[in-house]
């Protein structure tokens, strides 16, 4: 216990007084409260430009509806839309289009609408960028409400204040929890997907660290002076442990400081008479986030481990580590999944199993709080893995550590496993 202890703190003192921990404490915080920053800024910034348009009306009935229904104001108080060109029941489709698509390339226009004589057919719009939802929106319910209208003319009902008739409702989203109501606003979106980030880029990160910790001995031959004092599996379990202390010390310090910034926030808040409100983050939530961290990290820097105990040089390392990063991946590609519908059965099983636990669980709890027992379980489970991993790990880093030149092939892994 005494050499596991002294690996682990050589390992931890190293690495915590370089200027790489220094500077990673400092800028990445500083670096993700920027990024969050300027997406809140591009996110609520209004366009300012007004969107030019043509209108082909082949059935002559709604492009003048559609030019009334286009009352939306931009922040700088011009109009969003302005419909600078309408050719009604044109005797030549293509031609229209022709000239109005050319007007589009030249820059004169921003776009424009082919309304067909059908109007239960398909109404196109031509533009230059169709991802822009923020304009798709908005015109879309102007056609509709013009649309409508024409069908209640063409039944003989006549509605002369369309615009209280087809305004929207507001709804109101209200989010129910075991222990109250709170309005939601998107926070839950926010902190599940900050979660999710926080989870992947730490276990990645600190498990590449565990990896190279490694590698770093292997190549300037201090493993071979280790393993005559040390058993193997003393300084694997060393350096495990003297990494998890870093990843915590860095994690205690950001906590720290965003707990303080917090306060100071709320003090402020308070004393300017307009309190915070509608963020909440559950202490159950962080302490099952820490769970799961701290479980997920000993499994899958046991994985990185092995692969660098395996490998003799950087290269090799990073083409044979995509067996440990893929899960991790994978966890982030379907997260959109759990986020969706936390209680399907597709949920359940993919944050039980594992090597996905770690990130979709914790997903889940701050989405949906499951029932404990698949919290239980899941745990249980990824404590399995986690000795599992670890036996297996141990076995390839005892015989790899002191294996130089070619990479392994698989068969080769499994018969290090068998050897005694």
Partial sequence: MRKIWLIVKREYLTRVKTKGFVIGTIVVPLIGVGFALMTAFLSARQPTQTFRMGIVDQSGELAASIRGSMSAKLANGEPEFSVLQTVSRPPSLSAAEDQLREQVNSGALDGYLVIPADLDATIELHMRNPDNLRLIAPLTGAINQALVMARLQARGIRVSDAGDIFQSANLKLIK??????????????????????????????????????????????????????????????????????????????????????????????????????GVHIPVSLLVYALIFFVLGYFMYASFYAAIGSACSNEQDAQQLQWPATLPLVFSVVIFGVV??????????VLSEIPLFAPILMTLRISVQTPPFWQIALSIAL???????????????????????????????????????
């Fill in 176 to 277: 129910v929890t075991r222990t109250g109501e709170s309005v939601e606003r998107g926070q839950t979106v926010g902190i599940s997907i900050a979660l999710v980030m926080l989870l992947y880029v730490a276990l990645l990160m600190y498990g590449i660290i565990t990896m190279r910790s490694v590698l770093e001995e292997k190549t300037t031959r201090t493993m071979e002076t280790l393993i005559s004092t040390v058993r193997p599996f003393q300084l694997l379990a060393g350096k495990i442990l003297g990494v998890a202390g870093v990843a915590f010390t860095q994690f205690l310090i950001w906590m720290t400081a965003l707990a303080l910034v917090f306060t100071y926030g709320a003090f402020l808040s308070a004393m300017s008479g307009v309190p915070i409100s």
């Fill in 382 to 420: 990824l404590l399995a893995a986690i000795v599992g991993v670890v036996w297996v790990s141990a076995h390839v880093y005892r015989v790899g550590v002191l294996m130089y030149g070619k990479r392994p092939n698989l068969p080769e892994l499994l018969r290090w496993l068998r050897y005694s």
């Fill in 339 to 348: 986020l969706s519908d936390p209680s399907s059965h597709a949920s359940i």
